[in-house]
């Protein structure tokens, strides 16, 4: 009888799987994040930020990017290990909420650490936090209003 009930369930689209998504999908399906999908594709970084983690991302948005010359986006875009390293400046390991982030210098997956302060608002670096603590299952992503460069 239950496994009667669960197939016509299932048959009837009233009992689907739920998939949960990682830090990629997550972005992707925000919508606002293309240009870093499209960047994240470029250097390689899909696989790694669809792995296992945790990962904190601080996530530029379209118009972050749009922040950036062409010449200046459209160079880094071919070239794989500084788009890289860019990119990499913008993640850091583990799955740091909000209500964990504390004023000070913090390790990023790229090797230099980024300066975040909380005098008026979240910094990260020279970008604003613009809304905080979107989960993902592999970690959760801070999105922020500029692209931020390793020194």
């Not at 296992?52 to 922040?67: E, I, L, S, Y």
């Amino acid at each position: 009888m239950k496994k009667t009930l669960i197939a016509s369930l299932l048959a009837f689209g009233a009992l689907t799987a739920v998939q949960a998504k990682d830090i990629v999908d997550t972005a992707v399906a925000a919508g606002n994040f293309k240009t870093l999908a499209t960047a994240l594709t470029e250097a390689g970084l899909i696989d790694t930020l669809k792995g296992a983690g945790p990962f904190t991302v601080f996530a530029p948005t379209d118009a972050a990017f749009a922040k950036v010359p062409k010449a200046d986006l459209d160079a880094l875009l071919k070239d794989k290990a500084k788009l890289a390293a860019v990119l990499t400046y913008h993640v850091v390991p583990g799955k740091v909420m909000a209500s964990d982030v504390k004023a000070g210098k913090v390790q990023t997956v790229q090797g230099s650490a980024i300066t975040v302060t909380t005098a008026n608002g979240v910094m990260v670096d020279n970008a604003k936090v613009t809304a905080t603590d979107i989960a993902a299952d592999n970690g959760v992503i801070h999105v922020i209003d500029s692209v931020i460069m390793p020194k």
